[in-house]
């Protein structure tokens, strides 16, 4: 289990964290939000790359900072923006990981094969990585996230840079990943995840405007979700008043949906189910008018 107790992070001018608490059990969890909300911040305290202002971060029992060196060895941690060294093969960057993760060298060879393996970059292994793009790149940095085949997963961002086709694999593979760990991923709302994470969080203003199952959340937008098809002249008298979760502009016609706890004064408007980002929008507008 991993356990935050009241975690606030200040920094010079502003907290961007304010007293969170919450308990995860094995499984995919999200950690969403706007950008600049803080979750970058919250996984590197999770990571025990930057130390709370105050609270406290444990993992199964283990405490950071106290605890740090163990907590370490049973995480795997896939930052933003991860670097590489260009002049390296994966295999070779991957086993300079292992290394510094404290993998005995007679298991590293085969570990570092496996991970490469699972994140699907084998058949690149003599090209420097230099020649890799960005989400070739960031498979790496997956890849070294397991090589210590970790309790705790937090993966900042995994899906950014990859193709469609990858992002279905990846999610599939976060997926069966947690049914034996904690898998933590930020990310911005992606559909291939919402039928497969067990919690998401939305994290926005300091604080977490939502915790829990996915149906739940969505569940929260209920009744405040409307649809409307406007011609150009009334979208564009309308437009700044709305608060719109989606937009799809087809032959002059605009179709949209709003969000709203009364109904729009517009022709045509009709109450409709909400959807997984409608309730995001709902949440952060709600968290906005506070
Ligand atoms: N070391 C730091 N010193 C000062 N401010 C910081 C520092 N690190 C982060 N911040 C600020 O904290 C806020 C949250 O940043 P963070 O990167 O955690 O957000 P995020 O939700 O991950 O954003 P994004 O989705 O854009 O990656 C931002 O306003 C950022 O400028």
């Known amino acids: 289990m991993l356990e935050l107790s009241s975690i606030t992070k200040c920094f010079k001018k502003s ?19 706007p950008n ?35 907590f370490k060895a049973h995480m795997g ?34 570990k570092v094969e496996e991970v490469m393996d699972i994140a699907q970059i084998s058949s690149f292994h003599n090209k420097t990585l230099r020649d890799w793009t960005k989400g ?27 193709d469609p086709e990858e992002r279905f694999y990846f999610c599939n593979l976060f997926s069966q990943l947690s049914s034996e760990r904690i898998v933590l ?3 911005h709302i992606v559909s291939e995840l919402t039928a497969l994470a067990d919690s998401i969080m939305l994290l926005h203003k300091e604080k977490l405007r939502f915790k829990g199952p996915i149906s739940v959340m969505i569940d929260t937008a209920r009744s405040f ?19 719109v979760s989606s937009l799809r502009a087809d032959k002059g016609l ?24 409608d309730a995001y929008i709902y949440l952060v507008s709600q968290g906005d008018s506070k």
């Open 136 to 162: 070739m790149r960031q498979k790496v940095g997956i890849a070294q996230g397991l090589l210590n085949d970790p309790d705790l997963l937090l993966m900042d961002e995994p899906l950014s840079g990859l």
């Open 254 to 277: 605009y179709e949209i949906r709003i969000i709203s706890d009364v109904r729009p004064e517009l022709t045509g408007v009709c109450s409709v189910e909400p959807t997984l980002e």
């Open 15 to 33: 907290c961007v964290i304010n007293d969170i608490s919450l308990s995860l059990p094995k499984g995919l969890h999200l950690l969403t939000g």
């Open 36 to 70: 600049g909300a803080g979750k970058t911040t919250l996984l590197r305290i999770l990571a025990g790359v930057i130390a709370p202002t105050t609270g406290q971060v444990s993992l199964n029992g283990m405490f950071l900072p106290n605890d740090s060196v163990r």
């Open 225 to 243: 979700v409307w649809r409307a098809i406007l011609s150009e002249g009334e979208w564009n008298d309308k437009k700044n008043e709305l608060i």
């Open 185 to 187: 991923l930020s990310t």
């Open 77 to 110: 941690y896939l930052p933003q923006n991860f670097g590489i060294y260009p002049e390296m093969t994966a295999q070779k960057f991957l086993k300079y990981f292992a290394e510094l993760k404290g993998i005995p060298a007679a298991v590293a060879s085969a």
